[in-house]
Structures are given as structure tokens and as C-alpha cells.
């Protein structure tokens, strides 16, 4: 079975704060992707990141970073510097790469809140 | 860059009605993905198709039914419409077989009243 997890169901911050939002995974497959996508509040599902099961390298991009460790099934999202605009829902995302079927199990997702 | 095209954008229907939503995917991408994202939840996966064929089925009710095209666009078509199907509907596109390209499109916001 597949399963994410994301144990923060919101979070408040205020702004220039940086924040981690946490997602743990479970699966069988070997091989598979990890997504992180923002909803912000006029609904659409924004990409933000795409890992490789085999790319354990952590990655950086502007304010946001990821921290993919493959030993606790763990795929962190933090967001240095916090603004506003970062408010939304964040979703974090499994699905498997070897697999006929390819649809994404997402998590529950966790509300963020950026506090001016 | 063309994107994951869902109309219409938002839907008002009345309860036992029926509405059908479309989907046009990315061009060459073969394999459509139908989301429902109730209020406050995650999306929960319906329906898949590749190559017009259904690929995969998740929890979509008996009310509902898809297809996929010849010109690969895709119609999620949803009968009976009760109250608790006002939900915010994705469609996403991909190449089979691809980790890339899975992109979601804007949503299709039903309502139902």
C-alpha cells in the first residue's frame, strides 16, 4: 500500500520566518517520484518539485529547499524567508515509476499560513 | 508552453442533474487522470485512460462515467448529482511510462444545489 503522510495540518508563521513542512512516505516499489505541489487559494495545483526514488541530493531553489532522505522515508519541504504570498496548502505526493498504473497518492496536506 | 486545458472553470448544477466536464491534455500526452478534491480534503484519484483505453479506476461512484477521446481530450460525465459532489475536479496529463509531464489542469469547480 501506498501512503503519505503529512503530519501538520496547519501551520502559522510570520513572515521572513522560515518554516519546514513535513511529509513521510510509505511504499513497496522501489522506484518511484515525489512531488510537492502548492494550492493557493483560487484553487489550482502549482508544481513545485519533482524527486527521483534514486536522487537523494537535496535541492535548492530561490527561498525554497528540500531535504529527501530515503532512510526515514522522509521528503521535508522548508521555505526560507517566508512571505505572504507563500500562503497556501501544500501537498506532498508519491507515485510510482515502474507501475502501469501511475496516479499520484497524495497527502493530506498542510495549510500554511504566512502572517504579515 | 500549452497546458492542461479543463472547462468549464466552475459549474452550478441542482441536485439529480447531470454535468460533464472536458479535459484537453497537453499535446502528445496519451494518458488522461480525473482528481476529486472535496472541500478541506486532498485529491482522491477517479479515473485514468491511456490510449482510450481506462487504465485504472480509484474511487469514482457508479453515477459517474469517462471517456477518452480520439483527439485524446477527455469528458468526466457525473449523473444523479448529489450535494456532496460539489468538489473542485482535476484533470492531469502524462506520457505513459514517464515520470514527466504529469501536469494538472486549473480545475473544474462544481457546485451543487
Known amino acids: 500500500a501506498q501512503k503519505v503522510t503529512q503530519a501538520q495540518t496547519e501551520i502559522s508563521v510570520v513572515e521572513k520566518e522560515d518554516v519546514t513542512l513535513d511529509c513521510v512516505y510509505e511504499?513497496?516499489?522501489?522506484?518511484?517520484?515525489l512531488f510537492w505541489y502548492k494550492q493557493p487559494p483560487s484553487g489550482e495545483l502549482v508544481f513545485l518539485i519533482r524527486r527521483n526514488s534514486f536522487d537523494e541530493q537535496n535541492e535548492i531553489s530561490g527561498r525554497y529547499s528540500w531535504n529527501f532522505q530515503k532512510s526515514t522515508s522522509s521528503f521535508n519541504f522548508t521555505i526560507t524567508a517566508s512571505q505572504v504570498v507563500d500562503s497556501a496548502v501544500y501537498f506532498c505526493a508519491l507515485r510510482p515509476q515502474m507501475s502501469f498504473d501511475q496516479n499520484f497518492v497524495f497527502g493530506p496536506g498542510t495549510r500554511l499560513s504566512v502572517l504579515p | 508552453a500549452a497546458g492542461v486545458i479543463q472547462s468549464p472553470r466552475h459549474l452550478i448544477k441542482e441536485k439529480r442533474e447531470t454535468a460533464t466536464l472536458k479535459c484537453y491534455p497537453i499535446?502528445?500526452?496519451?494518458?488522461v487522470y480525473w482528481y476529486q478534491q472535496g472541500p478541506g480534503q486532498d485529491p482522491q484519484f477517479l479515473i485514468s485512460?491511456?490510449?482510450?483505453?481506462?487504465?485504472d479506476k480509484g474511487s469514482i461512484p457508479d453515477r459517474f462515467s469517462a471517456q477518452q477521446f480520439s483527439d485524446y481530450h477527455s469528458e468526466l460525465n457525473m449523473s444523479s448529482l448529489e450535494l456532496g459532489d460539489s468538489a473542485l475536479y482535476f484533470c492531469?496529463?502524462?506520457?505513459?511510462?514517464?515520470?514527466?509531464?504529469?501536469?494538472f489542469g486549473s480545475g473544474t469547480r462544481l457546485t451543487v444545489v
Open positions: 511504499t513497496r516499489d522501489t522506484t518511484y517520484y
Open positions: 499535446p502528445r500526452h496519451d494518458t
Open positions: 492531469a496529463s502524462s506520457i505513459q511510462g514517464s515520470g514527466y509531464g504529469y501536469t
Open positions: 485512460f491511456y490510449e482510450k483505453m481506462q487504465s
